[in-house]
Each structure stands twice: as C-alpha cells, then as structure tokens.
C-alpha cells in the first residue's frame, strides 16, 4: 500500500485518488459547510475516522480461526470407525449436536458422547459455528447416517 495513502479508489469525476484523500474532498465540498452544534460533530467525526484510517493495521476485527475439512474425506465411504476429523457444529438439539465433517451429511454427536463429563444442556459445553475434533462411532450408509464422539479428544 502507498505511504499513507492506502489503497487508490476511482472517484465519479474519474480520477484515482486514496480513500482519506477522496474522504478530505468530500467533506470539504458539503454544502452548505458544516457549522453548528451537529455540523461540527460531523466534522469531528469525519477527521475522526480519516485519523483512524491512515494508521496501519488498526483492523478492529478478531483473528480469523482457518478452518480445513481432511483432504482425504469427501463421501460416506471414505469414513471408517475410529478415525478423528476436525469438523464444524451446525445444529445444536437437546439431544446432542450435528457436525459437518465435510461429507454432504452431518454426524450427530450424541449428548452422552459430547463431554467426558455428564451433560445435561449441550449448549454448556458446545456453541453453534464451533471447530470441533470428533472420532467415528459409527456409519450406516443404507441410512446414510454417521455417529460421532467428542469423549477423549483433546478440543
């Protein structure tokens, strides 16, 4: 990115100019000009905002968590019992939770196989979204159903 410029953006007029400098010209050609108690709030924010967009790397979003289905598992035959997936929770029932493990089906992990403690509400141990480890229990490809554990698996 240009020096305190960041990244050139195409203004109506046609012309390339940087976001906090196409920004500068906006608010300077509000008309009428900014006065008064709120247009001088406007303004301060405005300054505000283009202060805050000429620092590097002030991202306020969190760290993105990367997320990968095993490469070697796309359909049900490709599951055999006992193997451990990374997955991702995408309902949550009082019976336990459903996980994509990245075969167009999701596994239910049971709410006895979600802790290795007891569990009485899945959603204290388990959030929707949740990157989850879990071990095949059990694959029923007439009924393409999957079993899942999360019982002594290091999350």
């Known amino acids: 990115l240009p020096e305190k410029g960041g990244v050139p953006i195409h203004t109506q007029k046609g012309e390339y100019s940087t976001l906090p400098q196409h920004l500068s010209e906006v608010s300077a050609s509000l008309s009428p000009p900014l006065?008064?108690?709120?247009g001088g709030a406007l303004g301060a924010t405005l300054r505000d905002i283009l202060t805050e967009l000429e620092k590097p790397?002030?991202?306020?979003?969190?760290?993105?968590?990367?997320?990968?289905?095993?490469?070697?598992?796309?359909?049900?035959?490709?599951?055999?019992?006992?193997?451990?997936?990374p997955g991702i929770v995408t309902n949550i029932t009082n019976f336990g939770a459903f996980v994509d493990i990245g075969v167009h089906q999701d596994g239910l992990v049971h709410i006895s196989q979600?802790?290795?403690r007891f569990v009485t509400d899945p959603t204290q141990v388990i959030?929707?979204?949740?990157?989850?480890r879990?071990?095949?229990?059990?694959?029923?490809m007439r009924r393409k159903r999957i079993a899942l554990s999360m019982k002594n698996i290091k999350q």
């Open 35 to 38: 006065s008064g108690r709120s």
């Open 57 to 85: 790397g002030r991202d306020p979003r969190g760290e993105v968590e990367v997320f990968e289905f095993d490469k070697n598992i796309h359909t049900l035959s490709d599951l055999i019992v006992g193997m451990e997936l």
């Open 114 to 116: 979600l802790s290795d």
């Open 127 to 132: 959030r929707l979204h949740q990157h989850v």
């Open 134 to 140: 879990v071990r095949v229990v059990e694959v029923d």
